[in-house]
């Protein structure tokens, strides 16, 4: 396919005329806001929201929290070059936040943030053109287009599910109303309400469960997974249940979509707008609409099959995936340093056999520490230092870190006897 906009993508530039995608996008944000700000606090009303739930009397937002959400809401939208922000601290309900976001995207809706997981600390925005998420769509477009409904169980204000809940729907024909929020439900509940001609977004975590208690699939449902590689005994289960596919999109934050593949044990094939770098090696080359290029460096290694196939090998900056968020064990490290009781941690992703969750070595400052009382100590710690995917949850402790022969880091065994029940999980 040809780099420029094609029939698919020519009025998702006005995807926010549509009230109901564009309430479900902010109460998306508004919620992942609310709960970044109250770790561990109170819990939020499930979806979907009405219009007239209240950000103050009905979700509690302090004048703090609702400067920050209004803030992410501004950011995410642009709505500084409309000069609409300050209208949404003088109205605190969803339905107005809708419409004021619509007066804003009527004057400015060229371009769009997102932000990444914040694995690295502070979270990354990431800007993007919609005319670039636009030649996305052109070839999601072509390669769903017989899908009538989609069920989604990820947020619609993250890039991943802006693409596949807001854009793709609009540029398919396909009602508001048929754009299913799965999150909060079981799969088995999935299962019974799976028709043929669904398309159901997905994540890795997602379609575990899902495979674990999803019975006969009807014929012609297809899945998506992204965010993070789907184990391939995952969809082989899937497939043997009778889903038509399951689609592996590759990608991040920072570059939307790049290749798909509908085989665990097939190469990544590159969308059309992206290319192979030929001057450098961990670099992908994007063709914009207007002929332009500009190149992208890669997060992971990438192996070449043929000039427009590859498989992930590794990543390039030590990211492991928990939950199918990117993870940096290094700063995770550097975390558990600034405990007045650690002298030195390593931390490293779990073995299949312990789980699938990050746990941590430490060598406490006083020798003969009491270990449960330390080990619930940094249980609080990190609680209040990290969040949920880069919190460990196990912790083994000794009096140096463990070498290897070679005197490199080795990895360690956890000891069931030592960790809370449910701790290794």
């Known amino acids: 396919m040809h780099a420029g906009?094609?029939?698919?993508?020519?009025?998702?530039?006005?995807?926010?005329?549509?009230?109901?995608?564009?309430?479900?996008?902010?109460?998306?944000?508004?919620?992942?806001?609310?709960?970044?700000?109250?770790?561990?606090?109170?819990?939020?009303?499930?979806?979907?929201?009405?219009?007239?739930?209240?950000?103050?009397?009905?979700?509690?937002?302090?004048?703090?929290?609702?400067?920050?959400?209004?803030?992410?809401?501004?950011?995410?939208?642009?709505?500084?070059?409309?000069?609409?922000?300050?209208?949404?601290?003088?109205?605190?309900?969803?339905?107005?936040?809708?419409?004021?976001?619509?007066?804003?995207?009527?004057?400015?809706?060229?371009?769009?943030?997102?932000?990444?997981?914040?694995?690295?600390?502070?979270?990354?925005?990431?800007?993007?053109?919609?005319?670039?998420?636009?030649?996305?769509?052109?070839?999601?477009?072509?390669?769903?287009?017989?899908r009538r409904r989609i069920l989604s169980a990820v947020p619609s204000h993250h890039i991943y599910g802006f693409l596949f809940t807001i854009l793709l729907p609009h540029a398919l024909g396909i009602d508001a109303s048929q754009v299913i929020d799965l999150r909060g439900s079981s799969p088995a509940r999935l299962a019974r309400e799976l028709q043929d001609g669904d398309l159901v977004i997905g994540h890795p975590e997602f379609w575990r469960a899902a495979a674990r208690l999803m019975g006969q699939v009807p014929a012609g449902v297809i899945g998506v997974t992204s965010t993070a590689p789907c184990p391939a005994e995952v969809i082989r289960t899937l497939e043997q249940a009778g889903m038509r596919r399951l689609i592996q999109v590759y990608g991040s934050s920072e570059t939307a979509g790049i290749a798909w593949r509908d085989s665990a044990t097939s190469p990544y094939r590159l969308f059309g707008h992206w290319k192979r770098s030929e001057q450098q090696e961990h670099q992908l080359i994007r063709m914009l609409p207007d002929g332009q290029e500009t190149a992208y460096s890669c997060q992971d290694l990438l192996q070449w099959a043929a000039p427009r196939e590859f498989t992930p090998a590794g990543r390039l900056d030590n990211a492991v995936q928990v939950g199918g968020i990117n993870v940096f064990p290094a700063r995770i490290r550097e975390v558990l340093l600034q405990h007045e009781d650690v002298a030195d941690a390593a931390v490293r992703l779990m073995r299949p056999e312990e789980g699938s969750r990050l746990k941590a070595f430490i060598v406490p400052k006083a020798s003969g520490i009491d270990q449960a009382d330390l080990q619930l100590r940094l249980h609080t710690w990190v609680a209040q230092q990290l969040t949920t995917a880069e919190r460990p949850k196990a912790f083994t402790f000794g009096e140096h870190l463990p070498k290897g022969g070679m005197g490199k880091d080795a990895d360690w065994i956890i000891d069931p006897a030592l960790q809370p029940a449910g701790g290794a999980h």
């Not at 809706?109 to 990431?126: I, V």
């Not at 996305?136 to 769903?144: G, H, K, N, R, S």
Request: proline share 5%.
């Open 5 to 146: 906009l094609g029939e698919a993508s020519v009025n998702v530039g006005t995807w926010w005329k549509d009230e109901q995608a564009l309430q479900r996008f902010i109460c998306n944000l508004v919620a992942s806001e609310l709960a970044a700000l109250r770790p561990g606090g109170a819990a939020l009303p499930g979806f979907p929201w009405e219009a007239g739930m209240h950000l103050v009397d009905d979700l509690g937002a302090d004048s703090l929290e609702l400067l920050a959400i209004a803030t992410a809401l501004a950011e995410s939208l642009h709505m500084q070059e409309s000069g609409f922000e300050d209208y949404l601290l003088a109205r605190a309900n969803i339905g107005d936040w809708v419409r004021i976001a619509q007066a804003s995207l009527q004057h400015f809706s060229a371009t769009l943030t997102f932000r990444t997981s914040g694995s690295t600390g502070q979270p990354k925005p990431c800007r993007h053109p919609l005319p670039l998420l636009a030649q996305e769509i052109d070839e999601l477009a072509a390669l769903f287009r017989d």
